[in-house]
């Protein structure tokens, strides 16, 4: 027992010192044993008739047994819902909803916090190219320590959008968005946002290595440029999550694009049901 509690705390330090510093992973949550939870909130895109669609969500979803979700284009059931029976992570999840959009994308959030659960015990620095609004970086911090995350996380955009640009524009996209979102990490000193267009931007500052690659700039040639600069840097064992890869319609040229990139370098991206696209560093 002493030499088990000896090799314990040798884990604890190396997992600290590849974080660099101490890592806060939030506790286990128990979840009931006789019921699950469910999601219906019917906030999706790419329909003509959206009351159609809500309704025969509705139906379907009181047909089952439980265990339902239907949110963001997605509609499943017989889930355990393992997302809902986090409490840290809905804790984290729900301080940090501003907009209907930021509630009903709790999957795709906690793909993002379950990944960063992982990668917070790596070496190297948290990066998200097309930060916005801020929502998903801070749900992320939150759960895994709040003020007190131990990894520099690096937030990328131009908080702006003209007619030039490829990516459609955003409900907050505009000249007061920076400071805004900057005012949002006032108690986070680890967060270095960074104004620009990529890759240009990445000439002010870059990490040298990457534990978390979070990339939604929804457009590919900004995607593409942010792989090259920053795929080589992700540590063995990192995550790359790419926000739009599995969503057709205006974002299939993104699937589309990357695919023959990560094919040269032998990856294939594992499509997940939320419209996301994830990839493992070896």
């Not at 809500?54 to 379907?60: G, Y």
């Not at 819902?81 to 709790?106: G, P």
């Not at 320590?145 to 996209?173: C, Q, R, S």
Request: charged content about 25%; some cysteine.
């Amino acid at each position: 027992m002493i030499l088990t509690r000896i090799l314990r705390r040798v884990w604890a330090e190396q997992r600290e010192r590849r974080a660099g510093g101490p890592v806060v992973l939030p506790p286990r949550s128990v979840p009931k044993a006789d019921s699950v939870p469910n999601f219906f909130l019917p906030v999706f895109w790419s329909s003509p008739d959206p009351d159609r669609v809500t309704a025969a969500a509705r139906t379907i979803a009181d047909s089952t047994a439980g265990g339902h979700h239907f949110a963001d284009n997605m509609l499943t059931w017989g889930r355990n819902m393992s997302l809902l029976d986090d409490k840290a992570f809905v804790a984290a999840w729900q301080s940090n909803i501003e907009s209907t959009s930021d509630e009903a994308i709790v999957w795709r959030r906690y793909i993002l916090a379950t990944s960063a659960y992982h990668c917070v015990q790596l070496e190297g620095d948290f990066v998200e190219c097309g930060a916005y609004t801020g929502v998903g970086m801070k749900t992320v911090m939150d759960y895994l320590g709040g003020v007190n995350f131990p990894k520099t996380f690096w937030g990328y955009d131009a908080f702006e959008h003209d007619a030039t640009m490829l990516n459609h524009a955003m409900p907050e996209h505009g000249p007061k968005l920076y400071e805004r979102v900057a005012s949002k990490f006032a108690d986070y000193p680890m967060v270095r946002l960074m104004k620009g267009l990529i890759p240009e931007v990445f000439a002010q500052g870059c990490p040298d290595k990457v534990a978390y690659l979070h990339i939604d700039l929804n457009q590919a040639p900004a995607e593409l440029a942010a792989l090259e600069h920053l795929f080589d840097r992700v540590v063995p064992g990192g995550i790359v999550i790419l926000d739009d890869y599995e969503w057709s319609s205006i974002y299939r040229v993104q699937k589309l694009a990357e695919d023959p990139w990560f094919d040269a370098r032998r990856y294939r991206v594992m499509p997940l049901p939320t419209g996301q696209g994830l990839v493992i560093k070896r």
